[in-house]
């Protein structure tokens, strides 16, 4: 690494770019994250993920299977037409797996390179990754990657990114050569050819473009200057006119359709053979936004209609719910959020956060509107991967992380207390496969129960708990490979061994009928007794809607203080549904009457009367289990493609498409995840090694009854 960088090197945020690498696992990001640290001198020999030896997979499981298994943050700096610009870097990983890494930095971040492998185009996780950045208004760059490749295409590459991704995606440089011939590349901008004479990329020699690229040349430079007219009309009109457009006039109006999200420029390059880098480190400079240029949006709580914020951040008043928005300025009251906990060896408890206003220094107290309470900046460091550079003050603008938090979770607001603020927290999905562990030896019991409260506060989609009934410890988590993980850093950073058992399916349940049900506790001991009385309406929701509460009680048959704790019994009762103990989800819970006893009622009593009286209700109801379904994309040779449709219908799999994919297919289906285990390795069995499977969470849905019973009898 090279030596401690000057952070005050750039003092004007608009020449800050916070930006993530983002992309299909494979594609190239981790190289491409490599490149960009030794093109600015923030290494000195460049490092290959597939040798073990990249800076940013710096995990001992990243190294050995060549994975991105988390983001890593990084600081560098670039020059560019006389100044000096500083980018803040996440590389994210690519497997479906690790998806809350990629959406909470997204969440903190100004713009994004996504970056496609040449050979294969748009892939299952290119999309997810595009539709989380699209969520969180980032606009971004597309970097056509590893052009080197036998079988790359940069033009069927991009077909693809148009017709999966977006229609506003528009070349802005092509290849020079193609495969072992890949040489350069066409600027469209500047309409001129960049040739890399050096293997490390670092001498380009600029020429006019040759003969026999002008007419391919001329034609994507006229489709660039199409999309971009159809966002700037000065641009619009001297196309029409055909009057010359300059490369300056051409530049502001792709920067502007950038920072809308209505144009996508398209880069070609190859991060392994350092081409293309370089020429892609100007393009983020030029085109996607600084802080002040990001896009916000908030939906105002009582017209419902969504307001768009520039150069300011909207959240809320912790006091009362009201809109306040915070400037992206050093003057501000600070704020800020957190978007990553981590445990690091060396230094403890760290929290990555993203500074939105204001300053903040180390020794400082900051108050966390979100839990409410106040925490003290032990100190703060700028991130390089593992390695940490202490610093004495950030600013708006700046990522880095807090040591010596206690009691602050990923997505909390973190600002000043005089002027507080509740920022847009972060959402996760719920995992969707179970372990149970064991550790090897009892010894181990107490470090084991204190090693998986580290891991769960450093990610959000993984659970830990001890089922009540069993006493196993049960981990949960977004696939097999995010638990194998979880259990291999048990045993390197903890001295854990466990037991692993088969993996389980995080089934749920709920109702599909309108049901009735009273529910009466009554119990004379003597002295007090208990009294309660409840009737309760079910109904279902749509998927994905959860657990609603209303309350229909008229004249006061049940006092206004006993609603509350009616509320909290229900919520008590859905974590563990009256057929198998799974948690109950889509469901409406109205209650319509009732009675109370002057001496016997009390909030305890009517609390676990709706706690057996939900349950009892549900029954009444036609209850059913739900079981996740995964969208599973495969690509593989034609000739396998009737082995795998074979197999996934065997799978309850259901084929949802069939689409080509250079010289392969590409086969889009959706099957229930307790059929998948195990799929990977039956999949290359079948297909002689060929396949390359991806699996994800789509939906739950209804457990056909005949399965349900069984699962059912098989729990009991």
């Known amino acids: 690494m090279a030596g401690v960088i000057d952070y005050t090197k750039v003092k004007d945020t608009h020449l800050y770019r916070n930006i993530g690498i983002i992309a299909h696992v494979d594609a190239g990001k981790t190289t491409t994250t490599e490149r960009i ?98 969520k969180y208004r980032v606009p971004r760059l597309c970097y056509i990657n590893k052009l080197d490749n036998i079988g790359a295409d940069f033009f069927k590459s991009y077909e693809s990114i148009v017709e999966h991704l977006s229609e506003k995606a528009v070349p802005i440089s092509i290849p020079v050569g193609i495969e072992n011939e890949f040489r350069g ?36 430079r006229n489709k660039l200057i199409e999309v971009v007219a159809d966002v700037d009309d000065d641009i619009a009109m001297k196309y029409l006119d055909g009057a010359e457009i300059s490369t300056e006039e051409l530049t502001a109006a792709i920067r502007k359709g950038v920072l809308i999200s209505k144009i996508f420029p398209v880069m070609a390059g190859s991060s392994l053979r350092n081409k293309g880098v370089q020429e892609m480190l100007d393009n983020v400079c030029r085109y996607l ?76 107290y900051v108050y966390n509107s979100t839990s409410g309470n106040k925490e003290r900046v032990g100190r703060i460091l700028m991130m390089h991967a593992n390695h940490r550079e202490e610093v004495k003050e950030v600013r708006a603008g700046d990522i880095a992380a807090i040591v010596g938090f206690k009691d602050t979770k990923t997505g909390n607001t973190i600002c000043d ?102 529910e009466l506790l009554k119990k004379q001991s003597g002295g007090a007794g208990q009294y309660a009385d409840i009737a309760f309406v079910l109904q279902p929701l749509e998927r994905g809607e959860g657990y609603k509460f209303v309350d229909s009680i008229k004249g006061g048959a049940i006092p206004r203080e006993y609603i509350s704790s009616i509320d909290k019994g229900i919520q008590e009762s859905i974590t563990a549904g009256p057929l198998g103990g799974y948690p109950v989800v889509d469901v409406q819970a109205e209650i319509v009457d009732g009675s ?56 309850r799999g259901l084929i949802k498409n069939l689409l080509q994919r250079g010289k392969t297919k590409e086969i889009i289906a959706e099957a229930p995840l307790s059929e998948l285990f195990g799929y990977v390795s039956d999949l290359r069995n079948l297909t002689s090694g060929t396949a390359a499977p991806n699996m994800e969470p789509s939906h739950y849905a209804e457990v056909p009854r005949n399965i349900m019973e069984k699962l059912l009898g098989e729990a009991k």
């Not at 050819?193 to 001329?218: F, R, S």
């Not at 009362?320 to 003057?331: A, M, P, Q, T, Y």
């Not at 562990?437 to 830990?464: M, W």
């Not at 708990?465 to 981990?475: A, F, M, N, S």
């Open 596 to 651: 109370y006893h002057e001496v016997d009622s009390n909030t305890d009593t009517f609390r676990t009367c709706a706690y057996y009286g939900f349950k009892n209700a549900m029954k009444a109801c036609s209850p059913v289990l739900l079981e996740p379904i995964m969208t599973v994309t495969i690509n593989v040779p034609e000739d396998y493609v009737g082995a795998c449709t074979g197999y996934l219908s065997s799978k």
């Open 185 to 220: 590349i066409v600027d469209l901008v500047k309409f001129k050819v960049q040739i890399h004479k050096d293997d490390e990329g670092k001498v380009i020699e600029t020429a006019d473009i040759p003969e026999d690229m002008l007419a391919k040349a001329t034609e994507y």
């Open 417 to 518: 207390e005089a002027k507080p603020i509740q920022l847009e927290g972060i959402n996760f999905a719920e995992p969707v496969v179970k372990f149970a562990i064991e550790p090897k030896t009892k010894s181990d019991q107490e470090k084991l129960s204190e090693a998986l409260g580290k891991l769960v506060s450093e990610d959000p989609t993984f659970k830990a708990e001890t089922d009540k009934e069993t006493g196993q410890v049960i981990i949960a988590g977004m696939g097999e490979l995010h638990l194998d993980i979880k259990v291999d850093i048990l045993k390197r950073e903890y001295g854990i061994e466990v037991n692993v058992g088969k993996p389980q399916v995080a089934y749920r349940e709920t109702i599909t009928a309108k049901g009735e049900h009273r």
């Open 37 to 134: 640290l030794f093109f600015t001198g923030r290494k000195h020999k460049t490092g290959e993920t597939h040798e073990g030896s990249a800076e940013m997979d710096f995990m001992d499981q990243e190294r050995e299977r060549g994975i991105t298994i988390q983001s890593a943050a990084t600081t560098a700096f670039w020059d560019l037409e006389g100044k000096s610009y500083r980018f803040n870097i996440i590389d994210t990983p690519g497997h479906v797996d690790f998806t809350a890494e990629v959406e909470r930095s997204l969440r903190v971040l100004d713009g994004a390179v996504v970056v496609f492998d040449g050979k294969m185009g748009v892939e299952p996780q290119s999309s997810k990754v595009w539709f989380q950045a699209e």
């Open 289 to 364: 936004p600084s802080p002040h240029d990001k896009y916000f949006a908030k939906e105002d709580p009582e017209t419902k209609e969504e307001k768009i914020y520039k150069d300011e951040i909207p959240g809320t008043d912790p006091k009362n719910g009201e809109i306040i928005v915070r400037k992206l300025d050093d003057s501000e009251p600070f704020a800020g959020l957190v978007f990553k906990l981590a445990v690091d060896p060396h230094v403890g408890n760290l929290a990555f956060f993203r500074v939105y206003s204001g300053k903040l220094q180390s020794g400082s």
